[in-house]
């Protein structure tokens, strides 16, 4: 049974940075292209970035440049680093499994101005 748990989510300031990670198991996550994906409230949610097994790499257009995906097959875990956090920014974090069309609870992050 695939699992996958979110985590590092918070409240920061406008301009901030903040690390999610989310951690897999159950899964062939070596395998697996990995994505990450947010909702705001009343928004339907979109893609914000995935990584392929191979490490390649796609972002949507407001995060190019501020935010880094990244993965550890080791620890079977992938990240999301978000630096110049912005209030649109704010919203719960998804991350998904490609291979096991599987979501995780989410993280809330919440930007301030």
């Known amino acids: 049974q695939v699992e996958l748990v979110e985590s590092g989510g918070g409240l920061v300031q406008a301009g901030g940075s903040l690390r999610l990670s989310c951690a897999a198991s159950g899964s062939v996550f070596g395998a697996d292209t990995m994505g990450w994906y947010r909702q705001a409230p009343g928004k339907q949610r979109e893609l914000v970035a995935v990584?392929?097994?191979?490490?390649?790499?796609n972002y949507a257009d407001p995060v190019k440049g501020r935010f880094t995906i990244s993965r550890d097959n080791a620890k079977s875990t992938v990240y999301l680093q978000m630096n110049s956090l912005k209030p649109e920014d704010t919203a719960v974090y998804y991350c998904?499994?490609?291979?096991?069309?599987?979501w995780g609870r989410g993280t809330q992050v919440t930007v301030s101005s």
């Open positions: 998904k499994s490609r291979v096991y069309n599987y």
């Open positions: 990584i392929t097994a191979g490490g390649i790499t």
